[in-house]
């Protein structure tokens, strides 16, 4: 009868081992210092200096990069480089509009755009003859959605769309919800004239 139990005792010995070196690795491994991953570059879009990019936007699921120029709004399949122009709508053709990408929907498949007005100081955007638009990456040219606002952020559902409204001299003063379709609008906060969002 001692066999079975120096049996158990040699069994809780390798268990401890195992335990132990377990341990021991896996602590080990915490504490060496990992090598940086290196950082790759990958070229997207290749203006001339003429036609420079002003910003640009990455869908959520990283398949497209929506970007304007002097030429107009282009939206490029990443994993190909294929690239479309967006057609401009009728209302900007005539006075020209500075684009400014905003934020895409959830589903990626649309986003929303600022036209700003042309030849104005781009340094200090506000609503001030800012338009909100919306594309979809389906083709078409963008429909407008608001006049006087400067759009922001889509809430993560995609159902709101929050922007800001009424320019005073130091800036836009109020922030406002709409359904993605441009009604529905109300204002959630707004500010004196001495201060600004």
């Known amino acids: 009868k001692p066999r079975p139990q120096w049996r158990r005792v040699a069994t809780g010995i390798v268990a401890l081992g195992i335990v132990a070196s377990a341990t021991f690795w896996f602590a080990r491994r915490q504490l060496s210092p990992r090598a940086p991953q290196e950082i790759k570059f990958h070229q997207l879009t290749s203006n001339s200096s003429e036609n420079r990019v002003d910003g640009g936007n990455i869908s959520p699921d990283g398949r497209y ?52 007005p042309r030849g104005g100081d781009t340094t200090g955007r506000s609503s001030r003859g800012t338009s909100i638009w919306i594309a979809s990456v389906l083709g078409g040219p963008p429909h407008k959605l608001r006049d006087e606002a400067e759009a922001d952020s889509i809430s993560p559902d995609g159902s709101l769309i929050c922007f800001e409204a009424n320019s005073g001299r130091l800036g836009n003063r109020e922030i406002w919800l709409m359904r993605p379709d441009g009604d529905e609008a109300r204002k959630v906060f707004d500010t004196d004239e001495n201060s600004s969002i």
């Open 65 to 116: 990069l929506a970007y304007p120029d002097r030429v107009g709004i282009h939206i490029r399949l990443i994993e190909t480089g294929e690239t479309q122009t967006i057609p401009q709508p009728e209302e900007t053709k005539n006075h020209g509009a500075g684009w400014g990408i905003g934020p895409w929907f959830p589903d990626g498949t649309r986003f929303l755009l600022n036209a700003y």
